[in-house]
């Protein structure tokens, strides 16, 4: 805790800091970048400043795991910066607090920037009602990376494109590689995979405008029983990511042919996959349950977000379109592997056509957000605890999701007190 | 001195007191009591973003509590933890005491420096080393199991054997620090005892029960008391090594604290654990004092 006050304290001071310096006629813009891309987004700034005279960026870079806890507490103490690179499931969050600055006028007079030219599904999750939050900058989701040599000695040239199928392909995998070794790793650690399933049947996760649980529905117990049934047929071990020391050694070793993950892994699997087995390894959208509209994944990545108290929003607008530009997002892509949000990036670079991006191009057009509700981590985080009890603790599915409700309703009432509140003519929710 | 009650110098007093009680009462009570208004509350990010989205709850974030079966798991781990790993962390510290400072061992300043290591040295690079003596298939553990005839186990993927794999590494990593009190409570007792237990024809084993233990009394007091206050407030052990997991086997109330706190933003929740791990540490406190008092007339 004393660490937390600390780090909190530290961050009021710098970020106090950047805001003095704004003064005679340079503009000073602050950017706040998380991981990785906190730090790449440096190397873009010098080109930045070199067109846009008169503006300084002061880039501060944090870790993601310190990202929202600091956040948070910028907010409280109006320590906000101008502008920061934020993970789009926490957009529902920040603008629930009233932090950030509807971008819709913007963009509307804006030639660099245009929905059109974005993946529907990714623009999306900047929405909150017709609002816009953010723009997005990189994007991300879940694809299937497998083996393409162990999908062929069971008798499949490729990936089969509906559940069935899949699961068909699972099984003669099993018989082929025999006890010890899985079709699939699903860690159970991970909500992503179950949510996904429940988007592919149409599950809306919550119901009531994110009032209340939906996963006690048919319609999620559907997916539900699908993901349980891989574990109980024994397709799919039961471990989380903590009882596999190294995923990619057991990749290569074969111990399971199918992963789903996400882009982040394109990189990690060209650094640590031995050279003989470059070739064998390949991606794939994942399958649905009923052919390809429905074979939808998620919708993640970062955006760019405006503060609402920021001082400086024309220019710090004018980072946000500069970093849009098809060209910066290239060299973001170049510098750290993330997939560009804009599609005319992809088109220009002719990207989409390397076999192992191919299937992110296809996927990124059938993509779905999670709900946009503050509590949305929480929940997700849910979801895959009671996964876990039923796959390892041995309890009834159907009681397990009935629980998994009652905890989410739970979770929500919060939610639907300031709801009704707000219905009730008290302007609450956004200040 | 004795009767001046409203006299100038209960004056002067206050006034010397006065910088350490405002620094208390500002540092301390002020935190403290705020935090147990929190726990009344459902304070949270609704509440950051608008002051009036608070609901005073009275006593409905402990009664939420006390139905919440993660909760109760959270109490169960952390009693397993002080229960087991506490006797334990004692039990390797005393012995190790009476090991370095034993006439016949050579070589003491190493041996204390050896075992005192693990205390100082950070539990995030720990946690590497162990993750890899626990690992399943590879792990240095299983493999010397494996030459006994007992089959692998995992250590940090099996609910059952989790807690006893963090048991383990808190007790390497703390009976140091405990060690080296002993040790200078060892080297108080005064050598005449053992030489007068020694003439009445007391061997090593009555020396050591009759006259180490009395004499080292009030120091494991201390060790165990101190010890119980720490493994209650076990966080980072499990933190760095499990996350809490498999199936919630080694979420402790700090950890669980620290969730819904700072994770997940709910104070009000958060702030009521608080209290009931303090409530239960206040207890474990006044129970040895209890235990003491009657052993010791």
Redesign the interface.
Known sequence: MVNATAMAALGLTLAGCTGSTASNRTTTVSFWGMGREGEVVQQLVPEFERQNPGVRVHVQQFPFSAAHEKLLTAFVGDATPDLAQLGNSWIAELAALGALEPLNPWVSHSEVIDSAGYFRGIWDTNLIGDTLFGVPWYVDTRVIFYRKDILANAGFSEMPSTWSGWERAMQAIQRQVGSGRYAIFLPTNEWAQPLILGLQVGSPLLRDGGRYGAFSDPTFERAFGFYLRLFRTGLAPPLGNNDIANAYQEFARGRFAMWITGPWNLGEFRRRLPPQLQKLWATAPLPGPSGDSSAVSLAGGSSLVLFRRSQQKPAAWRLVEFLSRPEQQLRVYQLTGDLPASTAAWRESALADSAQMHAFWVQLHRVKPLPKVPEVELIATKVYQYAEQVIRGGQRPEAALAELDRDVNRILEKRRWVLSRVSSGREVLVR | MSRSSGGPETGAAWLFLAPALILIGVFFFLPVGASLLLSFT?F???T???W??V?FLGLRNYI?LAQNATFWLAVRNTFYFVLVGGPLTLGASLAAALLVNSRLVRFKPFFRAVYFAPFVTTLVAVAIVW??LY??E?GLINYGLGLLGVGPI?W??D?LFAMPAIILLAVWKNFGYNMLILIAGLQAIPEELYEAAYLDGAGAWRQFRHVTLPMLGPTLVFVGLITMIGFFQVFAEPYVM??G????STTSMVLLMYEEG????RMGNAAAIAFVLFGLILGGMLLQRRLQRERVP
């Open positions: 459902d949270d990010i609704y950051i973003a608008h009036q989205n609901r939420e993750r890899s690992h399943p590879y995992n940090l993927g609910p499990t996350q997991g498999p199936l919630r700072f994770r997940w933003w």
